[in-house]
């Protein structure tokens, strides 16, 4: 199966969600830190993107 690149962060999202539940924000900025001090701009735009499907599916989660 191959995914794109939507349905990738989609998958990050969720596997953050699965794996870290409510530290999920804070398995994220641990991710940006990093890549930031790295100097990975490519990387930092991508957590912040799952950072945005992890909210997403945070709200979804709260108002079911």
């Given at each position: 199966m191959v995914l794109n690149r939507e349905q990738e962060?989609?998958?990050?999202?969720?596997?953050?969600?699965?794996?870290?539940?409510?530290e999920g924000p804070a398995y994220i900025a641990q991710q940006i830190e990093r890549l930031s001090?790295?100097?990975?701009?490519?990387?930092?735009?991508?957590?912040?993107?799952?950072?945005?499907?992890?909210?997403q599916l945070s709200c979804q989660s709260s108002t079911n």
């Open positions: 962060l989609w998958a990050v999202a969720l596997w953050v969600e699965k794996n870290h539940g409510k001090i790295e100097g990975d701009e490519a990387g930092i735009a991508t957590w912040k993107t799952v950072a945005e499907r992890f909210d």
